[in-house]
């Protein structure tokens, strides 16, 4: 579950909300399952998506995970997933790469370098993707 940083989540909720009892009726969760977020300082993933949805922000407000990102692995994964699908002479749409970026990055997050078996998934993924020609 990712860190969520209670702090922020306070704000907007004293920002937009004349008590917490208010964004819990608003966003369907209970009085105690606030608390209990506030407590373990932790939200389910999906929670986090609709907390960054509700409010209309990005995720990283929030996740605090998000923010600890290894730049350097994530130009590594990107740089060799795009050298897979022009390997394959597949496009393949931002979306999709970026989806495998993270999906590998989630997967390894402080590995040094990436195992040639991680790149395999994708390189498959590519091939059974429909063919669009560059």
């Avoid at 937009?16 to 009726?25: K, N, V």
């Avoid at 390997?87 to 970026?98: C, F, K, P």
């Avoid at 990055?105 to 078996?117: D, F, I, L, T």
Wanted: with cysteine.
């Amino acid at each position: 579950m990712p860190r969520l940083d209670t702090g922020a989540l306070e704000s907007f909720i004293k920002d937009r909300y004349p008590t917490q009892e208010d964004f819990c009726a608003q966003f369907g969760i209970t009085r105690g399952g606030l608390r209990k977020w506030f407590v373990q300082e932790q939200v389910p993933d999906d929670q986090m998506v609709k907390l960054a949805e509700h409010f209309d922000v990005r995720s990283h407000v929030f996740n605090i995970d998000a923010r600890d990102l290894d730049v350097e692995l994530v130009k590594e994964l990107l740089a060799k997933m795009e050298r897979a699908s022009n390997a394959a002479d597949v496009a393949v749409d931002e979306d999709a790469l970026w989806y495998w970026v993270g999906k590998l990055y989630r997967e390894n997050p402080r590995k040094k370098g990436v195992e040639s078996a991680d790149i395999i998934n994708f390189e498959d993924a590519i091939r059974l993707a429909p063919k669009v020609k560059r």
